[in-house]
């Protein structure tokens, strides 16, 4: 390591999300258990919000490098950031992830341990203790438990589709050689660029103890777009992004659906007024079971919904109800 480096530059891109900027910055500064120093590069990506004040005046105590564009989207953001980053090792952690003391120290300590190999760090991203989430949100945070419940009891080890880019680390070089991230894309940039290491023969590492808190708030339209964007891109991974397998699993993973998800996909599919009463009903569905706190009610509401618009997504990417149909056929 030279003199112009350090063991580990963390890249965040942010947006008009200055209070919980702020939160994640005074956690950051928390760290604990490190002997070398880190530097944090926040990439404000166009915002209006206060948030490049904020950065131009902070001085208490971190390395923070501040980089200012206009909008580009996350993928844009991030490639700048890790460009002008001097860390052997890049950290990402988003704007609203809230990292414990010790998340700096076990992701650094998991590179270590495997000096030799080509690998990414993944850590999770938990439901805060003190934060009121939607059901929706609520949801989407439990499904995520659950994959880190099963790689942590090794009942599965983790794949590139596990590369949220919320709370993860790889070399730099690793990074750079594989092209960085598509900045096309505005949703899964993250697994479409994990999807391109896999094949180059990357690794994926989960260490649980690198723990974060999820401050997500996110609108009920802003969750179902990550669902149809999801759907969308999945397919044009497969069809144009060498990634064929994806096509099957993702006909597998819809038989292994609820009997009612199915059904509702079968019925909606293509059918926009049925959606919007289906989503509407949906909604009214999962905020009550949130408020009655029957939580089968918000499961069975949330995923249906999340689910049919991942399918909506795809048909539209396939060119419509007919022809995703088909593909199930084959």
């Known amino acids: ?54 950065l131009a005046q902070y001085n208490n105590g971190l390395c923070l490098r501040p980089i200012y564009q206009q909008n580009a989207g996350p993928a844009g953001a991030r490639n700048r950031g890790v460009q002008e980053a001097r860390g052997e090792i890049i950290l990402f952690l988003d704007d609203d992830v809230v990292p414990a003391p010790h998340l700096v120290r076990q992701h650094l300590w998991e590179h270590r341990q495997h000096p030799d190999e080509r690998v990414v760090v993944i850590g999770p991203m938990l439901v805060p203790p003190d934060f009121p989430l939607s059901p929706w949100s609520h949801w989407m945070q439990g499904r995520l438990a659950e994959q880190y419940q099963s790689m942590t009891a090794g009942e599965w080890a983790p794949t590139a589709r596990q590369f949220y880019t919320g709370n993860a680390s790889l070399a730099r070089s690793l990074f750079l050689e594989h092209g960085g991230f598509d900045p096309t894309l505005q949703r899964a940039e993250d697994v479409e660029l994990a999807y391109r290491m896999a094949d180059g023969g990357v690794r994926f590492l989960f260490c649980p103890q690198a723990e974060a808190f999820h401050y997500e708030q996110r609108t009920f339209s802003s969750w179902l777009n990550i669902a149809y964007s999801y759907g969308r891109n999945d397919v044009y991974f497969y069809q144009q992004k060498s990634q064929e397998w994806l096509g099957p699993v993702m006909y597998r993973e819809y038989e292994a659906r609820h009997p009612i998800t199915r059904f509702a996909v079968w019925a909606c599919l293509d059918h926009k007024r049925l959606v919007t009463l289906v989503t509407d009903l949906g909604k009214q569905l999962a905020l009550l079971g949130q408020r009655f706190r029957q939580e089968m009610l918000v499961r069975l509401a949330c995923s249906t919904l999340f689910n049919l618009y991942y399918y909506q997504g795809a048909a539209d990417e396939l060119g419509g109800r007919a022809q995703f149909f088909a593909g199930k056929r084959r």
């Open 1 to 54: 390591m030279t003199n112009d480096t350090l063991p580990v530059s963390i890249v965040m891109p942010t947006y008009n999300r200055l209070p919980i900027l702020q939160r994640v910055i005074a956690a950051l500064e928390q760290q604990t258990g490190l002997n070398d120093a880190f530097e944090l590069i926040v990439v404000s990506d166009g915002a209006t919000d206060g948030t490049n004040d904020f």
